[in-house]
């Protein structure tokens, strides 16, 4: 008899629940349509009229073929490719996210080094930290004038609280005897912090990037949206005014694939920096 | 002359948490030569630690000082090496960084090859070789991370070496390698070794004194034991020496009754607790006699 190994039989179990899952979908759409029920919901958004159906699965591959076949074609203002549109979202979302690690992480390691700073901070931080990131965005269009730096300035201010306060956690939590080795060893206190501290408290700090950069391809999206111009937020609401929701679905996936990919290098470094005790 | 390490009226005081104070030991007056293996034994929580503490500069006495060749110790020091309880390892390095992170501090001004030869070299010594000095310390096992702990404080030469319980959580039989590589190790080297320990036996392997502590609160150092044993020593053959079960009894009586009979006792501030030297010589007595009668007594008592 035939058998297979956990990860086969896994990987078996998802390929046969996607196909069950697109089958029951593209059986779902012409039903759907047929029965011109509709509910409260659907009759409110638009999703009952006649142009904008949901799409079927075989709908939205086809999309995805065209698209992804020419990702970077730009014909004017609102119509460019997908590529492009990712593009401008992971800059937007790399540029604000690295600005704040280059604030986050000195912070963090400040504040876990420093007991009077880790109080002093602390009332801020609690205050701050629970602000939605979208909140902010007014007061930044109007005092940074430029939509763009608004949106990355959106994605800088909701990165920076989870490496803050992971740094801040790590750092602090550096077992004495560590610290001990270094100064028995007359280390200076940048070699301490590079050598001893930064190594010891890097799986910490490295899951707040990733909780960071998670959160912030969230917001990108939201951001986007409200900033317009361009962008896979900008993108997904475009394509929901040109009612084409098979773009709407395909772009919905798109945005999944590349959180995805963030977060799995954030996987690769965190199995980098990991030790065991 | 003053000795090469001297511990001047140390008195170490904590809050008790009750708002009052709680003293671990107080005038504490010693000295140990160079050279010297001296071995501190005492009961659990009577101050072992904190006097090593204060001794590698890592913590600071309530009052009183410690001198070290003519320099007050302030703060920790590469001329002070410590192997800590716990091996204090660190586990993202493998093995050989552990040791040449170490050799790099003392020695900024050598070459990549020239540390990674001389951490090799001290490594090799402890029985650490080949394959094994790429792991890191989660793949060794306790008595080799122990190993690994003992020759990154050689590597580097210290002028005395501050030892906690460094076998405290090691097999009989690997915590006998080690005791044999420490003493070798010792023996080339003429280090100043200062350690603690829970174990009699090991004390009198190791040791050319043994000072006892007493029980604390208020704990003193009480008594300097000499151990009248010749070198080189070997662990079956020292129990046939005719000191050895004298020594052996003076302290297991120290440790089991005197202890806490002394302890407890508030000193005159200002006043130097110095311990009491103890010579139990068998071979002496007959030469002798007033010099061995006090320690012999107590032996006894
Ligand atoms: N930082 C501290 N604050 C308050 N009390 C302390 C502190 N450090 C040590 N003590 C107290 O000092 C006493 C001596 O502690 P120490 O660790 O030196 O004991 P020890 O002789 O090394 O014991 P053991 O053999 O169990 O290691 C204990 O009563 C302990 O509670
Ligand atoms: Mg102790």
Not at chain 1, 105 to 114: C, D, E, H, N, T
Not at chain 2, 157 to 179: C, M, N, V, Y
Request: proline letters at 6%; a negative charge.
């Amino acid at each position: 008899m035939l058998t297979l190994s956990l990860n086969q039989r896994a990987a078996l179990l998802s390929v046969l629940l996607l196909v069950v899952g697109l089958l029951a979908w593209e059986a779902a759409i012409p039903a759907q349509k047929a029965v011109g029920e509709l509910t409260e919901y659907e009759i409110l958004t638009g999703a009952g009229a006649p142009k904008a159906g949901v799409p079927p699965p075989s709908q939205v591959i086809a999309k995805a073929w065209e698209q992804l076949s020419d990702p970077f074609y730009d014909a004017g203002p609102n119509d460019k490719g997908i590529g492009i549109q990712i593009g401008y979202s992971i800059y937007r979302v790399l540029t604000g996210y690295f600005l704040a690690a280059l604030v986050a992480i000195p912070l963090g390691f400040l504040i876990g080094m420093s007991p009077v700073a880790y109080k002093a901070l602390n009332p801020f931080i609690q205050v701050l930290r629970p602000i939605s990131p979208l909140a902010w965005m007014p007061l930044a269009l109007f005092i940074i004038g430029d939509s763009e730096a608004s949106a990355i300035f959106v994605i800088f201010i909701c990165s920076i609280w989870p490496m803050l306060i992971n740094t801040a956690f790590g750092v602090a939590g550096v077992r004495e005897d560590w610290i001990n080795v270094a100064r028995t060893h007359e280390l200076g206190a940048l070699k301490t912090a590079f050598t001893v501290i930064l190594p010891a408290a890097a799986p910490t700090i490295v899951t707040g990037m990733r909780i960071s950069i998670g959160i912030a391809w969230l917001v990108i999206v939201a951001a986007e949206m409200l900033v317009g111009g361009t962008g896979i937020g900008y993108y997904v609401w475009n394509e929901w005014n040109n009612l084409d929701l098979t773009s709407v679905v395909f772009s919905i996936l798109m945005i999944g694939v590349v959180g995805m990919l963030l977060d799995a290098m954030f996987g690769l470094l965190q199995r980098r920096v990991t030790y065991v005790e | 002359m003053k000795p090469f390490l001297s511990i001047e009226n140390l008195t170490q005081r904590f809050p008790d948490g009750a708002g009052g104070e709680l003293t671990v030991f107080e005038e504490a007056t010693f000295g140990v030569e160079k050279g010297e293996f001296v071995v501190i034994l005492g009961h659990s929580g009577c101050g072992k630690s904190t006097i090593m503490n204060i001794l590698a500069g890592l913590a600071e006495p309530t009052s009183g000082g410690v001198i070290m060749d003519g320099q007050e110790v302030k703060g920790p020091s590469l001329d002070r090496g410590v192997v800590f309880q716990n091996y204090s390892l660190l586990p993202w390095l493998s093995t050989l960084k552990n040791v040449s992170f170490g050799v790099a501090a003392r020695h900024p001004e050598w070459t990549k090859a020239e540390v990674e030869a001389h951490s090799t070299k001290f490594l090799a010594m402890v029985g650490l070789e080949g394959d094994v000095i790429r792991r890191k310390p989660s793949q060794l096992s306790g008595g080799m991370r122990q190993r690994v702990s003992i020759a990154r404080a050689f590597a580097n030469h210290p002028k005395l070496l501050l030892l906690d319980e460094p076998f405290g959580a090691l097999d009989a039989l690997t915590r006998g390698t080690i005791q044999d590589e420490l003493l070798k190790i010792w023996g080339q080297m003429e280090q100043t070794v200062f350690m603690i320990t829970h174990d009699i036996d090991e004390a009198i392997l190791l040791a050319d004194r043994i000072l006892l502590m007493t029980n604390g609160p208020q704990a003193r150092v009480a008594e300097s034991v000499e151990i009248t044993i010749p070198r080189p020593r070997n662990r079956t053959e020292i129990v046939e020496h005719p000191n050895y079960y004298a020594i052996r009894n003076h302290l297991v009586q120290f440790l089991g009754k005197r202890s806490k009979e002394l302890s407890g006792k508030p000193s005159a501030p200002g006043q130097a607790n110095t311990p009491a030297t103890v010579r139990i010589d068998k071979a002496q007595t007959t030469e002798d006699p007033e010099d061995t009668q006090p320690a012999l007594r107590a032996v006894n008592s």
